[in-house]
């Protein structure tokens, strides 16, 4: 039998992958499996109506396929004929990992969770055999070369995604590419759990060193598995890098809600506050967009860090440095801040001076935030910040707006000026963002796009940013609690 | 002596306009203007140094200019100037409207404080004579040709603006048109409001029948305004349209903040808490995002009744129907919208019975949410909808996705779905509303001004759709409490 890492080795770089029922509908598999560059000659269909789909040859049933071990099977048959398969299936070859794509079982009826039930026994006495699902879109891996849509990037990243939705899998890779240019290294939607659980994968990647950042999308339990709590509470506890985790079924109506999704036995909010408490994870509301906003910020932060092959260096407070555009938005940004919990703050005494003797304004404001839209493009822009941030600083936000003339001198000292402060944050590890109203506009496209190619970290709001700060804060704070328990 | 109506009338129509000091440097008045069609024989320019600015003669000096009365005045000097520049003029010319550009008074330090009461004294001297400012950007008005930039539209609309920060009034109109088309009818930014106060321009645009919404943003009183607070309460309990009401120096930080922005006096949070209580005010939190998303829906919301002659019907209750594109975005809206306040009713008992007759599932859900992403384009689609629609429901969300084949006739019989559906929800005075994510791709933009077109409501976020919903609902809700009482 095969030990956990090495199956799940398998199961994102599958040699030999069938597909079973073959057909037009499902063909995005073929699409992605393609894009990704897999080896198609070790892509196997089976398909008892067509000859051909997408120019690769089908076989008729399972005793045609020329091969008696497969690494990866995606059954996709009608559920009241999914029983019967599988037994056929593991009686006549090998199988390593299973994709039960059908869905329309525990979470839909009675019938559907006999179903799940006797998969579950058959798969106990194939203990070689492992499988995700019912329920669920699957595996991507660029590494390993598969993906079931073809718009997944091909490049491979540091984050490992664990999903109990399809959809919601699929949008976290779609958006996350398409908004920040975020690449992955695994990830899995996995449904139902009639087999797999949420503990084993994470278990997974949390030894593997490409994987920096983890995010999860738990909706419930399969009613199969009555200790994966627990088990999932020792895995959770021993993460040794960020789990950004959102949780479905939040809610009394959320959870009746869960039962038609993936049939899953939801857990108690109370249960959810002393796990988040005890364990460095980093829960997230419900919100797609707000995990993917997270997911960007951590993993930029993390990154900043791999690249100089330097140990990782949290926050260690929360006080921040606003530096703005005007005033109206200043106020606004200093009560968003306040009220989330972050700290500005204000310069007065010794600092004021020796801010006013760099630069003695006679409008505007030196104090927290800067309010010095009239010197932005001067030297003395950067060094008044410089100046400001002393060890008293974790944070700086800088609000900046497009420029209709991005040519002029001004611009270019000015965005001079935006790479020399950012610079100077950096060295000394604390975190630079830049919050860059979101409208439809082609010179704030091309601000956004110059300011992400240089390695920024951009927020269209700054109630994001301030929260993303915050996320990546308290996880620094809990792995310190947990290092000294 | 002008009554008030008529002394606005001038501030938003103004016949002759003079600036002072006239400078390149503030040319965007004069760009503001010729956008808007001013004419501009009318407006006056005096600048001691240059004979052309933008094509416009410039005049030496007060004693040069041909008129002797004066609708506004645009005064734009450095402060140590202004009081003598002020009673020069004031002399010399019958002044209807000043507005005090200069900035750097009340805000800045003790002796800009000193500056405003003196300008408080002289005006004291003038009764016939009302101004804005100092420390603001000035007037918004379409109909009457006014504008600080070029870039806010000529086209009116019937959304009244009075904001403390020149910078966020610029951005509320830049924003808004930009992201959702909105228009105005007036805006005006006021400052540090020596003169005229909020609770005037409110009196103002409550009678004014072109305005249907009015957003506010305020951060404190003036100190030569004593009485200003309990008038602007008395006026915010009388106002007959709905406030959107977003308010800088909420929290102690915000309030040092205020201080050196517009001097103003900042107030406490309980007087808010009560203020909101006992009017019809909706209140925004500290983010210009969630005023604009705030008053694309409500205008959205008010103009559709404008349109059909109908008076407005606010929503009844808060339940929702949630339309999916699929399983796992429904659990995240059903916990989001739970933990917000709404109600998501299950669909059981003859219900349920109802719809399955309509289309008997074999897979997805015909609860709340309905997760039918297979039928979305058959005409069972529609029939579900309307049968799910009946008296429960006050609210239907539909979260969709952008489409790669919009030629298809699957696409074309899914948008007339969500046609058809939204003219039924909107016959029975209910909402609809569209959620579509936002990611950047073309085909995604491409629907999104579709849905714009055809006047969906369309957010890029769950949450907001939400929040935005329920502020319409307790305005209607407070509005009946007030009629009541």
Known sequence: MLNNKSIFDLLFNPKTVVILEAKEKISFFIEGFKRQGFNLDNLYLISSSDDKIHDIKCFKSINHIPIDSIDLLI??????????????FLEKKDVNFIHFFTAGTAEFDEKGIQIERKIRLILDKYPNTRAIGPNCMGVYSPKGKIAYYASFPV????????????????????????????????GVSIGNCVDIQFSEILEY????????????????FSILHKKEGKRLF???KSMKKPVLFMRGGKTKRGQSAVLTHTGSLATSKDIWGAIYKQTPLIEVQSSIDELIDYTYYISSYLNRFKKLKKQIIYPKGKRALVILWSGGFGIL???????LGLEMPIFEGQTLKKLKKIYPIKIGSLSNPF?????????EFVELSKAAIDDDIDLVIVETDAWSDMESE???????????????????DKVFVIVLHQYPSKSREILYNMLIQDNFLVY??????????????????????????
């Open 410 to 428: 001004r611009f270019k000292s000015y965005y001079n000026n935006l790479c020399t402060i950012k610079d100077y944050v950096e060295s000394l």
């Open 333 to 339: 940004a200093t009560d968003m801040l306040n009220e």
């Open 234 to 236: 020792q895995v959770l």
């Open 371 to 379: 309010d010095l839209p009239w010197i932005i493009h001067r030297k």
């Open 460 to 485: 269209n709001s700054m109630e994001i940013a301030a929260k993303a700060f915050l996320k990546l804060y308290e996880f620094g704070k809990k792995l310190e609690k947990i290092k000294i328990e």
């Open 155 to 186: 490049e491979t990243g540091n984050i490992g995604l664990v999903f109990q939705s399809g959809d919601l899998h699929s949008k976290m890779i779609k958006f996350s590419t398409t908004r920040y240019n975020l690449r992955f290294s695994k």
């Open 205 to 220: 990647y949390n030894e593997d060193d490409e994987i920096n950042l983890i995010c999860v999308y738990f909706e419930g």
């Open 75 to 88: 059954l996709s048959v009608k559920r009241d004929l999914l029983i019967d398969t599988l037994n056929e």
